[in-house]
């Protein structure tokens, strides 16, 4: 499924052509959230808002005689000040009988603009009332990203702001702010407030602005291991000794897991002489680093790399208390010299 494009309701706002019913639903929060905040800000101005604009809360209709059924009636008065009155209901997913939604969009006020936000959660598409909103308005679907796609929308959205940024630096920040968009978007305000437009962010910027160590970080200790370099893992290790919170084993395990399964990535183009650039873009891994996860590959056969993906599965159980009672830069030591053995 491609990412989210929020583009074509933005240019309908833009226009005044706008449906009688918008429904912005799916599992990630943050493209039904600029889209929330867009209708908000830009289909009334300040003034026509006093008479035509109205939010409320799903759950808080529950509580009130007119409910739903009474928001629906305010939706087919006329606007009074503007070319369309706005109702905005918010947290749609708490909605149990959408009969008056459905009893509204039978014939609805063209002057009237619903907005129905469903967040956190699919919906049924069997529904007799999400098929009429997808045939009689629009239906955004916000989908979560696949994990290979986070690097190029971070990308993306800086260079909309008029940013670059370095392969390792947008490794750097995307590996460590996790797969949430809204943080990563507020996360990005510090360096569009700090730098100016048109510079190149590198791994000290992201030091500096996100508070990331640039030298000693879980994605370096990554990087010691893939080149089983025991010199560099081992003072890694050391480092994690003393700063257990930048080295929680909940992180540091599933990064490695993640890290080690595109390596037997590798192995598997190889063995079946399929190209290797076009399986490591399929998989995410960046052409800026495919080098790196090849030689990997080299300093680990196949077999060796199995064997590590178990290790770090085993790891993984130890680290919520599974047949082991170990502290986390025990484990953390002990999962490393295992890795660098494939014992």
């Known amino acids: 499924?491609?990412?989210?494009?929020?583009?074509?309701?933005?240019?309908?706002?833009?226009?005044?052509?706008?449906?009688?019913?918008?429904?912005?639903?799916?599992?990630?929060?943050?493209?039904?959230?600029?889209?929330?905040?867009?209708?908000?800000?830009?289909?009334?101005?300040?003034?026509?808002?006093?008479?035509?604009?109205?939010?409320?809360?799903?759950?808080?209709?529950?509580?009130?005689?007119?409910?739903?059924?009474?928001?629906?009636?305010?939706?087919?008065?006329?606007?009074?000040?503007?070319?369309?009155?706005?109702?905005?209901?918010?947290?749609?997913?708490?909605?149990?009988?959408?009969?008056?939604?459905?009893?509204?969009?039978?014939?609805?006020?063209?002057?009237?603009?619903?907005?129905?936000?469903?967040?956190?959660k699919k919906i049924d598409k069997r529904k007799s009332v999400f098929k009429l909103i997808s045939k009689i308005g629009v239906s955004f679907e916000s989908s979560p990203l696949?994990?290979?796609?986070?690097?190029?929308?971070?990308?993306?959205?800086?260079?909309?702001?008029?940013?670059?940024?370095?392969?390792?630096?947008?490794?750097?920040?995307?590996?460590?702010?996790?797969?949430?968009?809204?943080?990563?978007?507020?996360?990005?305000?510090?360096?569009?407030?700090?730098?100016?437009?048109?510079?190149?962010?590198?791994?000290?910027?992201?030091?500096?602005y996100i508070g990331i160590n640039k030298e000693y970080n879980i994605f370096k200790l990554g990087d010691a291991l893939f080149a089983r370099d025991p010199s560099r893992t081992r003072k890694l290790c050391i480092y994690a000794r003393s700063h257990p919170k930048d080295f929680p084993a909940q992180s540091v395990i599933p990064y490695l897991y993640k890290q080690f399964a595109k390596v037997l990535i590798i192995h598997h183009a190889r063995d079946k002489h399929l190209p290797v650039d076009e399986v490591a873009r399929?998989?995410?891994?960046?052409?800026?680093?495919?080098?790196?996860?090849?030689?990997?590959?080299?300093?680990?056969?196949y077999k060796d790399t199995s064997r590590i993906l178990r290790i770090l599965l085993e790891y993984d159980a130890k680290s919520k208390g599974v047949d082991a009672d170990m502290e986390t830069p025990d484990l953390i030591d002990e999962l490393c010299f295992r890795i660098l053995h494939a014992l």
């Open 1 to 120: 499924m491609p990412i989210p494009d929020i583009t074509p309701i933005e240019n309908q706002v833009k226009s005044g052509k706008l449906a009688p019913v918008y429904l912005l639903w799916g599992e990630e929060d943050y493209f039904i959230d600029k889209l929330t905040e867009f209708f908000e800000k830009n289909v009334l101005d300040e003034m026509q808002k006093e008479f035509d604009f109205s939010i409320c809360f799903a759950p808080d209709l529950k509580s009130k005689e007119s409910g739903l059924k009474g928001v629906m009636a305010d939706c087919k008065r006329f606007p009074v000040m503007a070319p369309f009155q706005v109702v905005i209901i918010k947290e749609a997913q708490s909605i149990d009988r959408w009969e008056p939604v459905e009893d509204y969009l039978q014939n609805p006020v063209p002057t009237t603009v619903l907005v129905l936000v469903h967040k956190h």
């Open 146 to 208: 696949k994990d290979s796609e986070y690097s190029g929308w971070t990308a993306q959205y800086l260079k909309s702001h008029g940013y670059g940024i370095t392969p390792p630096a947008l490794n750097l920040l995307t590996e460590s702010l996790g797969q949430n968009l809204n943080l990563i978007a507020n996360e990005m305000e510090k360096f569009f407030i700090n730098l100016a437009k048109g510079s190149l962010i590198t791994e000290e910027e992201v030091e500096k």
């Open 282 to 301: 399929n998989t995410g891994i960046m052409p800026y680093f495919l080098k790196q996860y090849e030689n990997a590959a080299n300093a680990y056969a």
